[in-house]
């Protein structure tokens, strides 16, 4: 099985950074797909930013400009710049694909991230 656990949530000022992280552990391969998805209260469940095996990035349009998704093996980062009140939220790590012909779509517990203003 594979766990993915995220960290680096907090507390921070309206204009501030923060930088989450998701590690994979157990048996982990290269997932095609990693993504941030964040739920906000009383909101859905939405896409934050993915990024590809090889590379290839996505973003919200309401953080474009402000977070960078990156990933190092297996590790997967959001750095968040010029937070808003409205980023305020619980951030979950994704990890989907196929291994073969059998898909795959791991979740994590999430890390609140909760921006004053």
């Known amino acids: 099985q594979v766990q993915l656990v995220e960290s680096g949530g907090g507390l921070v000022q309206a204009g501030g950074s923060l930088k989450i992280s998701c590690e994979a552990s157990?048996?982990?391969?290269?997932?095609?797909?990693m993504a941030w998805y964040r739920r906000a209260p009383g909101k859905e469940r939405e896409l934050v930013a993915g990024?590809?095996?090889?590379?290839s990035t996505n973003y919200a349009d309401s953080v474009k400009g402000r977070f960078t998704i990156s990933r190092e093996s297996e590790r997967l980062y959001l750095q968040m710049d010029s937070l808003k009140s409205e980023d305020t939220a619980v951030y979950y790590c994704?990890?989907?694909?196929?291994?073969?012909?059998?898909?795959?779509?791991?979740w994590g517990q999430g890390t609140q991230v909760t921006v004053s203003s």
């Open positions: 157990g048996r982990t391969f290269m997932f095609n797909v």
């Open positions: 994704n990890a989907y694909g196929h291994r073969g012909s059998i898909p795959y779509d791991y």
């Open positions: 990024i590809t095996i090889d590379g």
